[in-house]
């Protein structure tokens, strides 16, 4: 190990690698020129940050619109085109509880309101935000696309003048490879049905959403497009079919939330069972969440084991909800470690991706990596919630469980700009728990460096079979 302890030119480094944040990571490690370093030292550090700042991250989670809404800035999700978009997602949620009332709300997203006067509305609640998570994601945004230190009246002009300047066709790749250092994304599109068919399949990747599948299920929306009509489970299932066997092999992984409505206790039900059920969701009946349980339970294991056979990863949302105020019973999240052991027990063949570390609950879910083989950890969403806590759970995962089933990113956002700001909030995490156990004497520095290659892209490539879903999308009927 290296006990090394000179004192290395910070800004240089800094400078170099263009990283918001890692100024800061090597400034708080305390450890300085005359300061004693028991087991890293500076240069450990520097050379962690150095690596982690050059290697692009897999982006295993997105729900980014197709670049083309996002140029004509129609799309139901753009509400103002202007620099308030960026904080729409997620930022809005920690605004409220920060006390801003609806109505303040209301005017900060309004197309209406002038994007500049939206400055006085946001001020008296930005010092409340400007260090959680999703705050700095904004901030660093701002910093690395608009080349403003710090929003404020003086500087908001140019902040709206460079969110309209930046909107130019190729800009997604500006954004996500250029300045966010992405390989890929892998997007949940909110845009289409289960699938987006996306005009730029190779950056962004996507997922089949399931989630119309077994929830529901969204009989109108997805038999549609397979020209079946429905009239039993057994068309039913044709219709899943229909998408798997269109899709498969462009898409990286399948993916469902229903976690924000049910626990992930999916019991292995027969059609028998489903059936009659599934009849009367088909004759329009409104039933209750325990009626359609049993339903909802055969049609999740259906679709999933279908993915299965398609060499399709499974990725489940657990842990936290998004957005403010609303129902979130933590006895439910609190359930889902002890469901997904039940999901790998009962499908020891499946892969299953378990999505923002089940967040406050991570302990729980290292500990299920190191138990089933089929359990893999992606920290999807994860930093911008708790940097600490997802620095935390990261130290603990690597000396705890095997290293080839975490995930460490991804940025979960419908605005493309903030993905910068969380890519370098996880790069700064990295950094910071790859540096903390050298520093502990738990890694040295060639192991320490060996592990930054696998979490951030190469576990992604072997998990998402990306290279060969690249070949299968050069080929792509839609690809332009
Ligand atoms: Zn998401």
């Known amino acids: 190990m290296e006990t090394g302890r000179q004192e290395f030119t910070r800004r240089a480094t800094i400078k170099g690698a263009g990283l918001f944040g890692a100024a800061a990571v090597l400034g708080a490690t305390g450890a300085g020129a005359t300061s004693p370093i028991p087991f890293g030292s500076m240069n450990t550090w520097s050379e962690i940050a150095q690596k982690v700042i050059q290697t692009p991250f897999v982006d295993t989670h997105e729900h980014l619109l197709e670049e083309k809404s996002r140029l004509s800035g129609k799309n139901s999700r753009i509400q103002a085109n202007d620099w308030s978009f960026l904080l729409s997602h997620y930022l809005d949620s920690d605004l409220f509880c920060a006390g801003m009332t609806e109505e303040e709300m209301k005017q900060f997203r309004s197309a209406e309101t002038d994007p500049i006067a939206k400055w006085k509305i946001l001020e008296p609640y930005w010092p409340a935000v400007r260090n959680t998570g999703y705050g700095q994601a904004v901030a660093i945004a701002f910093q690395q696309l608009y080349d403003v230190e710090e929003l404020s009246a003086e500087t908001v002009g140019k902040i709206q003048s460079a969110y309209e300047q930046l909107i130019r066709p190729g800009f997604y790749e500006k954004v996500l490879v250029e300045t966010a250092n992405l390989d890929s994304c892998q997007v949940n599109s909110l845009e289409g049905s289960a699938f987006q068919e996306s005009d730029q399949p190779l950056l962004l990747m996507q997922d ?140 020891p063949e499946t892969t299953f991706v378990f999505m923002h570390i089940c967040y406050p609950f991570y302990e729980e879910m290292i500990s299920i990596a190191k138990h089933y083989p089929n359990a893999h950890i992606d920290m999807c969403w994860a930093w911008i919630i708790s940097p600490s806590a997802s620095t935390n759970f990261l130290k603990s995962y690597l000396v705890a469980a095997p290293a080839n089933k975490v995930l460490t990113f991804g940025g979960d956002y419908i605005p493309v700009e903030p993905v910068v700001g969380h890519a370098a909030i996880a790069r700064t995490g990295v950094i910071c728990a790859l540096g903390q156990l050298c520093d502990e004497g738990w890694l040295d520095r060639k192991r320490a460096l060996d592990l930054v290659e696998p979490i951030m892209c190469g576990n992604a490539r072997k998990i998402f079979h990306l290279d060969e879903k690249r070949r299968n999308l050069e080929k792509a009927p839609w690809k332009a």
């Open 208 to 347: 089949i959403s399931f989630l119309g599948m077994h929830v529901g299920p969204d009989i109108g929306g997805l038999s549609g497009p397979a020209g079946i009509e429905v009239k039993d489970l057994a068309d039913w299932h044709k219709v899943i079919d229909w998408w798997f066997d269109k899709y498969a092999k462009y898409a990286v992984a399948v993916k469902s939330q229903a976690a924000y409505g049910r626990d992930i206790d999916y019991a292995d039900v027969p059609a028998e069972q489903a059936e009659p059920i599934f009849k009367r969701v088909l004759n329009g009946e409104k039933l209750s969440r325990e009626e359609s349980k049993p339903m909802e339970d055969h049609l999740f294991w259906y679709a999933v084991r279908k993915a299965t056979a398609c060499n399709l990863p499974v990725k489940l949302h657990t842990g936290y909800y998004a957005g403010h105020g609303g129902r979130m019973p933590m006895s439910r999240l609190m359930k889902n470690p002890d469901s997904a052991i039940e999901l790998c027990r009962t499908a």
